[in-house]
């Protein structure tokens, strides 16, 4: 009799995960299964071709400035498609090249050279070029660029300052800043609301690149709010444009892993990425996926097939705040993590950098130093869930045990942004 009501037990739990499962079911592998399939690349087949025309042109006249200029946005186009960081260099020799060699609209190529430091996270030498180019020519192109630079490295009242000289709510690029300053404010409400504008003006013009990036992050955005659905179907329209999106994608696997509960599948969509577009973070979430499953082995090589990847010298410092974490969290190489943290800190004192420092000290044992680090730099600076988690596990570790209870609320409600191995841990705080 016991056995059987064993089995009872048994079977009504698995019922009950069944159910559970159901409910949070949104994706359809129907729907996203032929984007996984190799097929050729047309955007990057397109870019390749673009490429022969514009090299030709410079190599027939080196000075042919209007043909270097092509030929480094489709290089960065590349980059954007394949991920492969060579691009993104050879995109900056020949922009590097424009600005030494250009006699007029010099400030057009300082620009595009801030715009590519920036995906390099070279702030500082981002900010040097674009000041640069608005100190020739302080029209709204340069107030745009100086608006992104200024939100990177935390001059929050200057972006305010330029973002308040470009005011046109009519205007596609002056709403996704104002999206992105919404968003730093901590108001998801205007941030969508002013998303959904910028969406509908994209769509308007039937200019595909504007409606794919109003595609992937409007689903970013929805995601933040718990609206799932909404979510997913908007990588889906993105991929409708372009097939080979890696981000769509990746978001659809998040969606998969993070709310529906599906490591499997996930992972499936992320090996399937990963054979056409290059990216160290891949192995980050595989990684991730592997511990959740409880594999350590494939957790393990993971991480190690990570640390290679960036150990290609040409991602300089774009993946800092990941390397620095890891080395502090998985390997206990603190030394070499604080080291890190300082120079993500001297690169970009966002209250990102500063709680990437507080977290190693923390770590290490100094939680006093910690807490004075988050209290001046952290708390109440940024709406950022790992950032406050991290602030969480310091009041923790400092046994400000009421200071902990309205974050963890908070945390609790952003189970899906952080991801199920972050958010069990969020239980036990």
């Not at 992105?180 to 504008?197: C, P, S, V």
């Not at 939680?367 to 004075?372: D, G, N, T, V, Y």
Request: with cysteine.
């Amino acid at each position: 009799m016991k056995i059987i009501n064993l089995i009872c037990v048994l079977i009504m739990g698995t019922i009950i995960i069944s159910c559970q499962k159901s409910e949070n079911t949104v994706t359809n592998s129907k729907d996203y299964v032929a984007y996984l399939q190799k097929k050729e690349n047309q955007v990057q087949k397109d870019a390749l071709v673009q490429l022969k025309f514009w090299n030709t042109k410079i190599k027939k006249d080196s000075m042919q400035i209007s043909a270097m200029g092509k030929a480094a946005q489709v290089y960065s186009n590349l980059f954007q498609t394949t991920g492969n960081i060579k691009y993104l260099k050879q995109a900056e020799q020949i922009l590097t090249k424009s600005v030494e060699i250009a006699a007029i609209k010099k400030e057009g190529y300082l620009l595009a050279l801030a715009r590519n430091y920036i995906s390099q996270h070279r702030f500082r030498e981002a900010k040097t070029a674009a000041e640069g180019a608005y100190m020739l020519n302080p029209n709204k192109a340069s107030k745009m660029v100086l608006f992104d630079i200024y939100m990177e490295l935390g001059e929050y009242d200057k972006s305010k300052k330029h973002l308040e000289g470009i005011v046109d709510q009519s205007d596609y690029n002056f709403l996704i800043r104002l999206t992105k300053w919404n968003d730093y404010q901590g108001n998801l409400d205007a941030t969508i609301r002013n998303m959904e504008k910028a969406k509908t003006i994209a769509e308007s013009s039937k200019k595909e690149g504007l409606m794919l990036w109003s595609y992937t992050n409007l689903a970013d955005y929805y995601g933040h709010a718990g609206r799932i659905r909404d979510s997913y179907e908007h990588y889906l329209k993105a991929l409708q444009i372009d097939p080979s999106n890696s981000y769509a994608k990746k978001g659809i696997a998040w969606i998969v892993y993070s709310y529906e509960y599906n490591p499997e599948e996930a992972l499936k969509i992320i090996e399937a990425i990963a054979e056409t577009h290059q990216s160290p973070d891949y192995f980050l979430l595989k990684a991730e996926i592997a511990e959740y499953q409880g594999n350590k082995e494939d957790k393990e090589q993971n991480l190690k097939a990570y640390f290679e990847a960036i150990n290609d010298q040409r991602y300089g410092d774009m993946y800092n705040t990941y390397t620095a974490l890891l080395l502090a969290e998985e390997y206990q190489e603190y030394d070499i993590a604080l080291q890190i943290a300082e120079k993500e800190i001297s690169n970009r004192p966002t209250p990102q950098s500063y709680i990437l420092k507080a977290n190693i000290l923390n770590l290490i044992g100094n939680h006093e130093q910690a807490l004075k680090i988050a209290k001046e730099y952290v708390v109440d600076k940024t709406f950022e869930p790992e950032a406050n988690y991290q602030v969480a596990q310091i009041y923790k570790a400092n046994k400000l045990l009421d200071e902990i209870n309205p974050i963890k609320k908070e945390l609790i409600e952003s189970n899906y942004e952080l991801g199920p191995v972050l958010s069990q841990k969020i239980l036990e705080l």
